[in-house]
């Protein structure tokens, strides 16, 4: 059974820090990893989507990679600022063939950002 | 606009009355799933569709069904409703023959069971 695990569970750091959040998995037949993010009561947003075939992906301020190896991915938000603080969260689609269509959920790290 | 749309976004009911939340998507997307989201138990799989007519379970799919009659639609059912199925319900979608694309999420469903 897949296992996601993020490591910290919360994160507060100050405006314009560079950080890195961490998402580990159990079984390294993925299909693709997804980061998201979620604010309070709200929806989950996609941040970045990485392929099993891919090493990183990158949108503006933020940066992704994936080890599948290791069974480690990173989301590396750089410059942070007040309006980046929300959970983000880690999910692996499994292989399609042997799990197609099952996907598992880290638990999230919750960042805040002070002025 | 493309979206996933969940209906309703708060709900408030008694134990045993069924009760269904609907979720539509406007993106022709061929996959669409639901899931729970509970405090310290993260967000887990409910039942996944990947096409019409073809449903599966998830993770936690005990007191739930689901049907995929129409590729937008993929409602969620609670026959019996009971207290431990309150929670924060997500329906999302994706293009899953699309190997470069995520998840599409709905806004979430707060449930609450009484």
């Known amino acids: 059974k897949q296992e996601v695990t993020q490591i910290p569970a919360a994160l507060s750091v100050p405006e314009g820090e560079n950080l890195v959040l961490n998402c580990s998995f159990t079984d390294s037949a993925i299909y693709n990893l997804q980061w998201f993010r979620q604010d309070p009561g709200k929806g989950l947003t996609s941040l970045l989507l990485?392929?099993?075939?891919?090493r990183e992906q990158t949108s503006g301020r933020l940066n992704a990679s994936l080890d599948k190896s290791s069974g480690r991915s990173t989301l590396y938000i750089a410059a942070s600022q007040p309006g980046d603080s929300a959970t983000y969260l880690c999910?692996?689609?499994?292989?399609?063939?042997?799990?197609?269509?099952?996907?598992?959920f880290g638990d999230g790290t919750t960042l805040t950002v002070k002025p | 606009e493309a979206q996933v749309t969940q209906n309703p976004r708060y709900l408030i009911t008694v134990t045993g009355k069924k009760l269904t939340v609907t979720c539509s998507q406007n993106?022709?997307?061929?996959?669409m799933s639901w899931y729970r989201q509970d405090p310290g138990l993260g967000l887990r799989q409910i039942y996944y569709?990947?096409?019409?007519?073809?449903?599966d379970k998830g993770d936690v799919p005990e007191g739930y069904k689901v049907s995929r009659k129409e590729k937008r639609n993929f409602p969620l059912i609670l026959e019996s409703p009971s207290p431990n199925q309150t929670s924060l319900y997500f329906c999302?979608?994706?293009?899953?023959?699309?190997?470069?694309?995520?998840?599409?999420f709905g806004s979430g469903t707060r449930l609450t069971v009484v």
């Open positions: 990485i392929q099993s075939s891919q």
């Open positions: 569709s990947m096409n019409v007519e073809v449903t």
């Open positions: 999302a979608s994706s293009p899953w023959e699309g190997p470069y694309y995520g998840y599409t």
């Open positions: 999910a692996v689609a499994r292989w399609r063939r042997t799990n197609a269509g099952k996907s598992t």
């Open positions: 993106m022709n997307h061929e996959y």
